[in-house]
């Protein structure tokens, strides 16, 4: 990992982006900004834009409108391999591993690393490395699992959503985004992939994560984004803020029509 100096200030933004499906305005006005190091929510209500804000930024669906910066610099994504390479991974909600690969194997799924030489021309994958790579990734995470041979579909959700996001890290130098990595966990188990996102950000990274689960997500952030029905409604620091703040803004609340 590089030192603080090299880092970007802005891992990820997006700026006035806009994104239309046929009729429907996905997102109109939406802005969010990643710092290195740090946590951002993106909150919303259900069909508010937040997978499609995160799928522009990952390259995955270009946007109409709007700007994208990736390491302080703007940039245009036309595939995920474009986002991959300016070191942006994501970490999505229904544990996308293969359940009947091992730890290691799904930490480098699309990644495998060959021997040099003569070896590596005839496609032999270097185990050993891996797993070494592997391990290291888990530790510095500090990870726990019971074997980094069993097959992933053995662990826990916890354990299971771990591994995914230490793959994301391995594979990242600049942002980590995450569309609702707590969804299919329990409270034990949402908590260790909330700890993870604090670590993950203390390495340097930003971490930029979609999810419902306010109350966890909002102790765990340092700054969130609301978006209203496509467009960004609040940019905060989280301390500022209170769960029903939150909703408020994302049902569309204001406190001035209310008076
Ligand atoms: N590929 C697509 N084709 C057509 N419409 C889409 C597509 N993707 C999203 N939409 C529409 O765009 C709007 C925003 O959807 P999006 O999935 O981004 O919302 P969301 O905030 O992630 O919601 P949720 O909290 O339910 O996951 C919705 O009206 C949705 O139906
Ligand atoms: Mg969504």
């Not at 802005?31 to 069909?47: E, H, K, M, Q, Y």
């Amino acid at each position: 990992m590089s030192s603080d100096a090299t880092r970007p200030q802005i891992a990820i933004a997006g700026r006035h982006l806009a994104k239309k499906f046929g009729h429907v305005q996905a997102l109109s006005d939406a802005s969010i900004s990643v710092p290195s190091g740090t946590v951002v929510a993106l909150f919303g209500d259900n069909g508010a834009g937040k997978s499609t804000f995160l799928k522009l930024l990952l390259g995955i669906h270009q946007a109409d409108a709007g700007e994208l910066i990736i390491g302080d610099k703007p940039v245009v994504l036309r595939s995920v391999r474009d986002a991959q390479r300016l070191g942006v991974d994501c970490v999505y909600q229904d544990l996308a591993l293969a359940p009947d690969l091992s730890v290691v194997d799904n930490m480098f799924l699309g990644h495998e690393l060959t021997r040099q030489g003569a070896l590596g021309w005839a496609g032999f994958v270097d185990r050993k490395e891996m797993q070494e790579r592997a391990d290291d990734a888990l530790r510095r995470l500090s990870i726990k699992l019971p074997s980094l041979t069993v097959a992933v579909q053995e662990l826990s959700g916890g354990q299971k959503q771990a591994v995914a996001v230490a793959r994301a890290v391995m594979w990242s130098k600049t942002a980590i985004l995450m569309d609702e990595p707590t969804a299919a966990l329990g409270a034990r188990q949402s908590e260790i992939v909330c700890d993870l996102m604090r670590t993950v950000a203390a390495s340097g990274l930003g971490v930029l994560v979609v999810s419902h689960d306010l109350p966890r997500v909002l102790k765990v952030a340092d700054e969130v984004t609301i978006l209203w029905r496509g467009k960004t409604a609040l940019e905060a620091r989280a301390a500022d803020l209170t769960v029903p703040d939150v909703v408020a803004t994302m049902v569309g609340y204001r406190a001035d029509e209310a008076a």
